[in-house]
Nanobody, 123 residues
Framework: VQLQASGGGLVQAGGSLRLSCAAF????????MGWFREVPGKEREFVAG????????DLGNSVKGRFTIPRDNAKNTQYLQMNSLKPEDTAVYYC?????????????????WGQGTLVTVSS
């Protein structure tokens, strides 16, 4: 199983980015998916998650109303659409796969992880 995250970069505050996470070697629609982020000295933080079917999604409190988490099962790809970005969104973002149907908010619920992509939001 391999997850390839992409789409990170430098953006000004108020701007948008879309992260992608392509899954290989896995039956994609057997898994729920999630995005987490990490900054040095802090625990990995839940950002967003989506159920196996895509019908149920969950967002971390700090990103509600700004981020969405669409998935395209036909393309084996999950996205994180980030709008109205703030400097505090600066982090390395990781995508992850979770066995089962439901969304998970804890890193330990996820079995497979991508390599991370850096998002930097300038003020």
């Amino acid at each position: 199983v391999q997850l390839q995250a992409s789409g990170g970069g430098l953006v000004q505050a108020g701007g948008s980015l879309r992260l992608s996470c392509a899954a290989f070697g896995v039956t994609f629609n057997n898994y729920a998916m999630g995005w987490f982020r990490e900054v040095p000295g802090k625990e990995r933080e839940f950002v967003a998650g989506i159920s196996r079917t895509g019908y149920i999604s969950d967002l971390g409190n700090s990103v509600k109303g700004r981020f969405t988490i669409p998935r395209d099962n036909a393309k084996n790809t999950q996205y994180l659409q980030m709008n109205s970005l703030k400097p505090e969104d600066t982090a390395v973002y990781y995508c992850a796969l979770k066995v089962g149907v439901s969304v998970g908010r804890l890193p330990r619920e996820y079995q497979y992880w991508g390599q991370g992509t850096l998002v930097t939001v300038s003020s």
